[in-house]
């Protein structure tokens, strides 16, 4: 029996073995089809990138034509939204607040009825004041009489001097007396009108800090009810003190600084105002110099304390020779485009740049109006590339906004000398990914003059 077990267990294990080696070698040449397809797909692109170069292929290309138009030159910070008036309403008066005269969120006029204080301690202090100088007054009346007699009998000699000269400073005395009296009236009829609490001036009250019935007292720091002026209102934005001599010497000029405020996403425009004050020192901490602008604001889209993003238009340069944004590029030349010659030939063209606005540089040297420059696929040109140009009959003189910024498009610019917030000399550079402080493939490198180099293949999409 012990010799049968070994006899009959060894041709199973065997059909075992045989079976996982079958299904693990299927596995192995899976997988290595799968292999074997993937890298095919990825370097056939590749490769037919490289056939295309080397077959001599022109690379396709976005253009466009040279122009000249307006830059504007303008200074962009982050604002707050400042009243001209917040008031917070409180009353002069100790009492019981009997009745409030506004609804919370209400638009009110000066001179409204806000609140109302018990008037009956002060209209009974008044009955009082006015009592007393009734008084008082007969006692002057009779000190004047007496004083008119003793004038008489003075002058005949019928009686001391000292007792006229007496008498004289008792009609003094009884007249200082009146006049306190009528000081104090005064005071208890002002008292009745603080019982009348109204709106110092027009604006919008908030929420109620205290309701009626209880004792409101001088000293409370909350108040009754806040009130804001919001039409009109001011915007309180910081620019750097580099920027101050541009905006004095447009105000000294006699110019008016248009003011964008936009919302805090930079896309909505909220209103449109002027300049309307520059404080008169630089902030030692932060070296920029605080600016008011003044906003009707009549559909009341700014908001007390909103951060809302602000350009101020500095001035407008005429007629002026202008590149698209997307056309430059940045590398060992500086700042330089890639410009379509005959037989679509491009080369390798510094140019000197000025205010970026929008979309659009300022061309201050390098170009001229009518000159073609390559706006898309300039990442995989070099210099002395041949490139084909798609549609050039509906190629635009201007290449179009990208949909969505036409709402402020235009005030994307940056004046000469920086920007409000830290935004440097204004200009907005376009990077491929991965190209930080490199220059795109196919541009020279620093330290080296422009020259051919190895054509790379297309990226992949």
């Known amino acids: 029996m012990d010799n049968d077990i070994p006899i009959a267990a060894g041709p199973t294990a065997r059909r075992r073995r045989l079976r996982w080696t079958l299904i693990g070698a299927a596995v192995a040449v899976a997988v290595a089809i799968v292999v074997y397809r993937s890298v095919t797909f990825v370097n056939q692109p590749q490769q037919q990138g490289r056939r295309r170069f080397q077959d001599g292929g022109n690379q396709p290309v976005g253009v466009a034509h040279i122009d000249r138009g307006d830059i504007r030159l303008t200074l962009r910070a982050l604002g707050a939204v400042t009243p001209l008036a917040t008031v917070t309403v409180t009353t002069q008066i100790s009492g019981y607040l009997m009745s409030v005269g506004f609804k919370e969120g209400q638009l009110v006029k000066k001179g409204q009825l806000l609140a109302q204080i018990d008037p009956r301690p002060y209209q009974i202090a008044l009955e009082q004041d006015q009592a007393q100088l009734a008084r008082d007054e ?11 007699r003793y004038e008489t ?7 001391a001097r000292q007792t006229y000269e007496d008498q004289v400073w008792t009609v003094k005395q009884d007249q200082g007396t009146v006049d306190y009296d009528k000081a104090q009236i005064k005071a208890q009829q002002l008292n009745l009108t603080y019982c009348r609490i109204v709106a110092p001036t027009d604006g919008r009250v908030g929420l109620r800090q205290v309701d009626p019935g209880n004792y409101v007292q001088t000293g409370s720091a909350t108040g009754i009810v806040v009130l804001t002026v919001l039409k009109p209102t ?4 910081a620019v750097p003190e580099d920027n101050v001599p541009q905006v004095m010497e447009r105000v000294h000029a006699g110019a008016q600084l248009p003011v964008t405020a936009f919302d805090r996403a ?3 425009q909220l209103a449109v105002g002027q300049l309307a004050a520059v404080d008169t020192q630089v902030n030692s901490t932060t070296g920029t110099v605080m600016l008011r602008a003044g906003f009707d604001n009549t559909d009341e889209k700014l908001f007390p304390s909103q951060f809302v993003n602000v350009v101020m238009l500095l001035d407008t340069l005429k007629d002026i020779v202008r590149v698209p944004a997307r056309a430059v590029q940045r590398g060992a030349p500086g700042s330089y485009v890639y ?6 030939t491009v080369s390798v063209h510094p140019i000197k740049l000025g205010a970026q606005d929008g979309d659009f540089f300022a061309v201050q040297s390098g170009l001229s109006a009518g000159d073609v420059v390559v706006t898309d696929g300039a990442d995989r040109l070099r210099d002395g590339a041949k490139v084909s140009i798609p549609n050039p009959s509906a190629t635009p003189a201007t290449p179009a906004a990208p949909k969505g910024q036409r709402a402020h498009g235009h005030w994307q610019g940056q004046g000469q000398g920086g920007a409000a917030g830290g935004h440097g000399n204004g200009q907005h550079h376009h990077r491929q990914p991965g190209s930080e402080d490199q220059p795109p493939s196919g541009q020279p490198q620093p330290g080296q003059p422009p020259g051919p180099v190895t054509p790379q293949p297309p990226a992949q999409q």
Do not use: P
């Open 234 to 237: 001011t915007v309180e934005f």
């Open 339 to 344: 410009l379509v010659g005959d037989q679509n």
């Open 266 to 268: 930079n896309v909505t």
């Open 138 to 148: 007969a006692t002057l009346k009779q000190a004047q009489m007496d004083l008119s």
């Open 153 to 159: 009998l003075s002058g005949q000699q019928s009686i």
